[in-house]
């Protein structure tokens, strides 16, 4: 079994940055990729990032590509959300995911471990 949390969100102007982080603890061996869902009040879970254990295969929703980034860290077992030039279609609770998603890192199906998500609020 693998734990995932994440930490980092909170309230941000928008135009602003935020960094989230995740940790994934327990059997991590069998843990290929990670990465992160969002989802806003009566919107479907949607993906933002993902990455490979070793960050040779990075993925972006579009609506996110050029203002976010993700990032391994040093151990294998955490990841990295940097989120520049938020704007208030950001807003949403945000998710970590890891696990080994064989037919995709944007299908949340393909995910088999989430953490219980981070509350990123916008100001205008």
């Known amino acids: 079994q693998v734990q995932v949390a994440e930490s980092g969100g909170g309230l941000v102007q928008a135009g602003g940055s935020l960094r989230l982080s995740c940790t994934a603890s327990?059997?991590?061996?069998?843990?290929?990729?990670m990465g992160w869902f969002r989802q806003a009040p009566g919107k479907e879970r949607e993906f933002v990032a993902g990455?490979?254990?070793?960050?040779?295969?990075?993925e972006y929703a579009d609506s996110v590509k050029g203002r976010f980034s993700i990032s391994r860290g040093t151990a294998d077992n955490r990841v990295y959300l940097q989120m520049d030039s938020i704007g208030p279609e950001d807003a949403a609770v945000y998710y970590c995911?890891?696990?080994?998603?064989?037919?995709?890192?944007?299908?949340?199906?393909?995910?088999?471990?989430w953490g219980q998500g981070t509350q990123v609020t916008v100001s205008s």
């Open positions: 327990g059997q991590t061996f069998t843990v290929y990729a």
């Open positions: 990455t490979s254990r070793k960050g040779g295969s990075i």
């Open positions: 995911v890891a696990g080994h998603p064989s037919l995709g890192m944007s299908r949340v199906a393909e995910w088999e471990y």
